[in-house]
């Protein structure tokens, strides 16, 4: 398995902010990606974390409003910028581990972001 | 594009009662199918997964069958406990490694 810390784990932000989340896995992992999950609605992909290169967005995810920087194969950061209450959301991290090549995906606890 | 279609929660069942989530989908190719859960303050997890048709995923006495004539893949449990109480999440990969998600859907068991 991998074990994903996410940080914070909920956040209050005002209108017009910046949040920055963080992701740890507790060892190497291939792929990681950024999931939101609105109120009362699925995972949304938003973009997948490459390693040393410009993340890789999906549809409608803009890398000015959500910059994800991956310096290494343990960690990442997804920014919600210049939020708005349409932001508020659960942000997730997610990871596929190296080697294991089941197609599971492990996922962190979440960072549930409510925007004011 | 692909998705996803689940049976809308919440699903209140008491102990011992059969369940059945409906799950089917939309997707170019042969996708991977998968049952994530979601228990109360905890992360999603996988539950069990099937990668080609006629396959069956099992795990913790649930079951899913991969439907490739009817594009389905519903989830069943024989006899239900207040454990399995959560959030079921139905999900799809057409091979580009990151999942495509159903709405989920929220069982609800009582003692």
């Known amino acids: 398995s991998a074990v994903i810390s996410q940080k914070p784990s909920r956040d209050i932000c005002q209108r017009g902010t910046s949040l920055t989340i963080q992701c740890q896995v507790d060892s190497q992992v291939t792929m990681m990606f950024w999931y939101r999950q609105q109120p009362g609605q699925s995972l949304t992909l938003i973009a997948t974390?490459?390693?040393?290169?410009?993340?890789?967005?999906e549809s409608g995810f803009v890398i000015d409003k959500f910059p994800i920087s991956r310096p290494n194969l343990t960690f990442s950061t997804l920014t919600v910028s210049n939020m708005s209450p349409e932001d508020s959301s659960i942000y997730l991290c997610s990871v596929e581990k190296a080697g294991l090549g089941t197609g599971e995906l492990f996922f962190g606890e979440g960072s549930r972001l409510t925007v004011l | 594009g692909d998705s996803v279609t689940q049976m809308e929660g919440p699903v209140t069942l008491s102990e011992e009662a059969f369940l059945t989530i409906n799950c089917t989908y939309t997707a170019t190719g042969y996708p991977s199918l998968f049952w994530y859960v979601q228990y109360p303050g905890e992360g999603l997890q996988l539950l069990l997964k099937a990668t080609k048709a006629d396959d069956k995923g099992s795990n913790k006495g649930f079951e899913a069958t991969y439907r490739k004539e009817t594009t389905s893949f519903h989830l069943e449990k024989g006899s239900v406990q207040v454990s399995d109480s959560a959030v079921y999440f139905c999900?799809?990969?057409?091979?580009?490694?990151?999942?495509?998600f159903g709405s989920g859907t929220r069982l609800q068991v009582q003692p």
């Open positions: 999900a799809l990969d057409t091979g580009r490694r990151a999942l495509t």
């Open positions: 974390a490459n390693q040393g290169s410009e993340a890789t967005y």
